[in-house]
């Protein structure tokens, strides 16, 4: 997902910056209901400013038409599954700090204007703290492992799929 956005904070245009604003609003609008009927009933704006509302707020911002998203592939996750799932979008909070940092310091150097509501709700990674210690709380084995990394790629496969990127097939687990 990195290497889709490289560079994005030296597009002067704000094509790429539209582009991840975009995805994250699609992919929020898929996902959290998901999450929230889920097993875990992981709400992924709890304790922070709400991502999803953020992303909403950015995307009228910067005149962005919300584009039906394709289906999520698991409507209906297991425990382990929605686990899988949360890791991916909770874990996205770990760039989120940096991204701000880097386009607070293009406005201040470039006097750009982005909005950045939404990488300023995600920049808490308290959410993705607690997730991963109810991770380790739960008891497992090996084909409940395999169904939390099958379902945390296929929601990388969906990510990268609401931004045009066709998705690869990976060996890594």
């Given at each position: 997902?990195?290497?889709?956005?490289?560079?994005?904070?030296?597009?002067a245009?704000?094509?790429?910056?539209?582009?991840?604003?975009?995805?994250?609003?699609?992919?929020?609008?898929?996902?959290?209901p998901?999450?929230?009927?889920?097993?875990?009933g992981?709400?992924?704006?709890?304790?922070d400013?709400?991502?999803?509302?953020?992303?909403?707020?950015?995307?009228?911002?910067?005149?962005?038409?919300?584009?039906?998203?394709?289906?999520?592939?698991?409507?209906?996750?297991?425990?382990?599954?929605?686990?899988?799932i949360?890791?991916v979008?909770?874990?996205?909070?770990?760039?989120?700090?940096?991204?701000?940092?880097?386009?607070?310091?293009?406005?201040?150097?470039n006097?750009?204007?982005?909005?950045?509501?939404?990488?300023?709700a995600?920049?808490d990674?308290?959410?993705?703290t607690?997730?991963?210690?109810?991770?380790?709380?739960?008891?497992?084995d090996?084909?409940?492992?395999?169904?939390?990394?099958?379902?945390?790629?296929?929601?990388?496969?969906?990510?990268?799929?609401?931004?045009?990127d066709?998705?690869?097939?990976?060996?890594?687990?």
């Amino acid at each position: 997902m990195d290497a889709l956005f490289d560079g994005m904070f030296n597009d002067a245009t704000g094509a790429q910056y539209k582009r991840f604003i975009a995805m994250n609003l699609a992919a929020h609008e898929a996902i959290e209901p998901v999450l929230a009927q889920s097993p875990i009933g992981l709400r992924v704006d709890e304790g922070d400013a709400g991502r999803l509302d953020a992303a909403r707020r950015d995307a009228a911002e910067l005149r962005i038409e919300a584009a039906p998203a394709p289906e999520f592939p698991l409507p209906r996750p297991d425990l382990f599954e929605a686990f899988g799932i949360g890791y991916v979008l909770e874990g996205s909070r770990l760039g989120a700090k940096y991204m701000s940092r880097a386009i607070k310091r293009d406005r201040d150097v470039n006097g750009g204007s982005w909005p950045t509501a939404y990488l300023e709700a995600s920049s808490d990674a308290r959410p993705f703290t607690r997730l991963l210690d109810r991770m380790a709380a739960e008891p497992s084995d090996e084909a409940d492992i395999r169904r939390a990394v099958a379902a945390a790629d296929a929601t990388f496969r969906y990510f990268r799929t609401l931004c045009g990127d066709e998705p690869r097939r990976t060996n890594r687990v």
